[in-house]
């Protein structure tokens, strides 16, 4: 019997309809007294597993390897870290005229997450650009995130975090850090399971980021935050995500052509470069925004569809592109996935077990 799979013209992805059915049981079934104490610390040490998987993933050797380009690491930092959040922190002139404070402080949040990783490659791979590069790239965004997003959401968001403080700088490091360095250490032992039960792992990762939604979400019910937002502001935060998506994309492209690079790694800079990583930001605002968390993540859920459905297109697109060669930058030919990452459910959502991590 064939396997049943995802139709490949779904514009949503499985994963992010299992996102939205979580915020659907949060919304009924919140948790409350003591049935939230168990939630959150199940979340917190859901997350702490999560990130150590992710250390124990990660092959030193691979990163080190792809040290040798750095201009195109830089370059994707750059965007990822400088640019977005520059962007964000043009955006606040749309407050309150456009935006609540409440979902501008989502948006901000949103330009200071690091980027990801499998959609990234996926994506690359589809439009036949540098997907060495992209693996690299999208890795080191991510290692960055731990140290960058909490200390530039320090500097940008202050208070306005909702409970935000130095203090979680440091749950962020217990949180987040530790458990990567842990997995770093032990991944000359734990390497070989991990890959053996990459699959099983793989539904830890998804379980992960949903147990850490439906916290999120279940202390919004309970403190009646939803009640601040109305659909108006809702589309106008959708109106604001298009233009930034649409500004990014732009700006990696045509920027990485004005530094001089080929059209590999022109690919591989637009995707990596233009994403914002569901994984990482998830659980990075449950410790920096606490009870306000559901509210905090809602721009990020957002932006994430909809950079996969546009940059599903934008690939396809690339991958017809007159000077396209079928090589990538290093002259390797690259596969050509036989379907877009929006109708797969790990490389749409950035959560697949296939990949070095949960930041894709």
């Given amino acids: 019997m ?33 049935a939230a104490d168990v939630a959150s610390g199940a979340s917190t040490a859901a997350v702490a597993f999560l990130f150590f998987l992710y250390g124990a993933r990660l092959s030193t050797r691979e990163a080190m390897d792809g040290l040798r380009h750095w201009r195109l690491h830089i370059t994707v930092l750059a965007c990822t870290f400088v640019l ?13 005229v ?9 948006l901000l949040f949103l330009t200071l997450v690091p980027s990801t990783i499998q959609s990234s490659i996926a994506f690359t791979s589809i439009a036949r650009g540098n997907v060495p590069a992209a693996i690299c790239a999208g890795s080191f965004s991510s290692l960055a995130g731990i140290v960058f997003t909490p200390l530039l959401a320090a ?25 990567f360095v842990a997995g770093q250490l032990l991944r000359r032992w734990v390497g070989g399971f991990l890959t053996r039960h990459k699959k099983v792992l793989g539904y830890v990762d998804r379980g992960s ?36 998506l649409a500004v990014m994309l732009a700006v990696t492209w045509y ?15 637009q995707f990596a470069g233009s994403k914002k990583s569901l994984a990482s930001g998830l659980p990075m605002a449950s410790v920096l925004f606490g009870a306000h968390a559901s509210l905090a993540v809602l721009p ?32 390797a030919p690259d596969a050509v996935p036989a379907r877009t990452p929006a109708g797969t459910a790990g490389a749409g959502v950035g959560v697949s077990s296939s990949a070095s991590g949960p930041n894709r």
């Fill in 300 to 331: 990020l859920m957002l932006f994430h569809q909809m950079q996969l459905m546009v940059c599903a297109v934008l690939a396809k697109r690339r991958a017809k592109d007159p000077d396209d060669a079928g090589e990538s930058a290093d002259g």
């Fill in 2 to 34: 064939k396997r049943l799979s995802w139709p490949s013209w779904m514009p949503i992805d499985p994963y992010i309809l299992a996102l939205i059915g979580t915020v659907g049981v949060a919304a009924l079934l919140p948790a409350r007294g003591g």
């Fill in 209 to 244: 980021i949903l147990l850490v939604v439906y916290t999120a979400f279940s202390e919004g019910m309970v403190q009646g935050i939803w009640h601040q937002v109305s659909a108006v502001r809702l589309a106008g935060l959708l109106a604001v995500e298009a233009v930034l």
């Fill in 98 to 106: 456009l935006l609540p404070q409440n979902l501008y402080d989502g």
């Fill in 84 to 96: 977005f959040p520059l962007l964000g922190l043009a955006a606040r002139g749309l407050v309150p």
């Fill in 155 to 179: 500097a940008l968001l202050g208070n306005n975090g909702g409970g935000f403080s130095a203090d979680s700088v440091v749950k962020i490091v217990l949180q987040l850090l530790v458990p």
């Fill in 255 to 269: 920027g990485a052509k004005a530094l001089g690079f080929d059209r590999g790694d022109r690919i591989a800079i």
